[in-house]
């Protein structure tokens, strides 16, 4: 049988997360140092780091450099997650890059008797990869954290960003907004600028006590220049709407149309303003196309138009209420109510909270179990969304047409995206969210082009 390299990477015994710099740096020490013949752009964060990382990396495309970009976890396919120029790492460039780090994966377990994880692997292949394509720069996006994650094994980058901290991952990473700070604010380096989402003073307090500590200049963008026009142009069968903005009096527009959306672009403009500082040629033009031409499935994605079908992967609770923020904005007071949800998500997340922001939208909520290993009973996730909705209707949260909000059991995503699209009929909303893991399987739901 011939050899996978997907399957080599993804084998079960080293898909523990093991957060940790040596075996990464060790790898790396053994693959020649693939990090020294290039330069990054590392971005950390909580929630919009694929967002930013999907404009930044265009808008250098346009300005003509060759840009490498490490996103996790992959939607659609693995080799999504290594990509040069826009263009997804082949099986053969795939299976060359594991055919260097392999052997180096190989020699360190023998060492030490422990194989480098997983995503230490896709981290490794990634590097080698851009190293092979000779890209001019690379935008790393942290896996999980970013003080301990894999991708911290590169020295100093060109600048570093840090979007919108909240609380995940809390077994790993803490349950403060402090302690998650300090977790994301591990990938600053001395003297390397920052970029930072505004963040709550909690977390904002530790940010600049890291920069100030090792002599970074920090710039958090004024939201306060940004102005976003209403979301216009959503219904109608074939009818895709635009998110319009200006930031500084500068005009954009952009196909990802979450109400956070434009805060993400600012952030991505923020961090060329840094890096134009730092001699990059990035002119206003690239900026501008690279916003609009910018793509990021599974944010807030339109999937069709008729019945209205959107897929978001918000899979915590700052995500739903983002995307409570964006129904409304797309909807208006008067969708209230109306929308219908296909749920799964995983058990160690705040799934009772991610109901409960979207509750005042729900005509009813299909749920289901995504296929992984941590994934929430269906039968648990029924219960919960019961219960919530309970307790909305009793405060008046929830005002739902014939009093109930009927919950629903499915058995898979694609049932529960079509029992939700059968339920919204020709001029319904159907909403599926709560996890990125389960987009490939909702994206193949029937009727979704």
Not at 15 to 20: F, K, N, P
Not at 63 to 75: C, D, R
Not at 87 to 112: K, S, Y
């Amino acid at each position: 049988m011939a050899f996978d390299p997907v399957a080599w990477i993804n084998t079960p015994r080293w898909q523990a997360s093991r957060l940790g710099l040596e075996r990464m740096t060790d790898l790396l020490e053994r693959l020649g140092r693939p990090q020294d013949d290039l330069r990054f752009v590392h971005v950390a964060g909580t929630n919009g780091k694929g967002s930013v990382c999907a404009y930044l990396a265009r808008i250098l495309e346009e300005a003509g450099y060759t840009v490498g970009l490490f996103t996790s976890p992959y939607i659609l396919r693995f080799e999504e997650r290594i990509r040069v120029n826009g263009a997804d790492i082949t099986a053969e460039e795939l299976a060359r890059a594991v055919a260097v780090v392999r052997p180096a994966a190989a020699a360190i377990e023998t060492a030490t008797g422990d194989h480098p994880t997983e995503f230490e692997l896709m981290a490794a292949v990634a590097l080698e990869h851009f190293r092979a394509s000779a890209c001019d720069i690379v935008v790393l996006e942290v896996g999980l954290g970013g003080r301990l994650d894999a991708t911290n094994a590169i020295d100093a980058p060109e600048v570093s960003i840090i979007t919108r901290i909240g609380l995940d991952h809390t077994d790993l990473l803490g349950d403060t907004l402090a302690a998650v700070a300090g977790e994301k604010a591990g990938i600053v380096k001395a003297g390397v600028p920052v970029v930072s989402w505004p963040q709550e003073p909690e977390a904002m307090a530790v940010i600049e006590a890291v920069c100030a500590e090792r002599g970074c200049e920090l710039r958090c963008p004024d939201f306060a220049d940004l102005a976003v026009e209403p979301l216009a142009g959503a219904g109608g069968e074939g009818v895709v709407p635009l998110r319009r903005f200006s930031y500084r009096g500068r005009p954009f527009e952009t196909h990802l149309l979450g109400s956070y959306q434009p805060f993400n672009a600012v952030l991505a403009l923020a961090a060329c303003e840094e890096l134009r500082a730092r001699g990059w040629a990035i002119s206003d033009g690239a900026d501008f196309a690279g916003i609009a031409a910018a793509r990021w499935p599974g944010r807030f994605e339109v999937a069709d138009t008729f019945p209205l079908t959107i897929v978001d992967g918000g899979h915590n609770p700052q995500g739903a209420e983002a995307l409570a923020s964006s129904l409304a904005d797309l909807l208006g007071e008067a969708g209230r109510s109306s929308v219908h949800f296909a749920l799964g998500v995983l058990a160690d997340k705040d799934y009772p909270a991610m109901v409960r922001a979207v509750a005042p939208w729900a005509a009813s909520f299909s749920v289901y179990a995504p296929e992984n290993p941590r994934a929430l009973a269906v039968d648990e996730l029924a219960a919960c969304v019961r219960e919530v909705l309970a307790e909305e209707a009793r405060s008046g949260a929830v005002a739902s047409r014939g009093g109930v909000v009927p919950v629903n059991i499915c058995a898979s995503p694609a049932a529960a995206l079509a029992a939700a699209r059968d339920a919204a009929g020709s001029e319904g909303v159907a909403v599926a969210f709560g996890t990125l893991y389960a987009i490939a399987d909702l994206g193949n739901a029937s009727g979704c082009r």
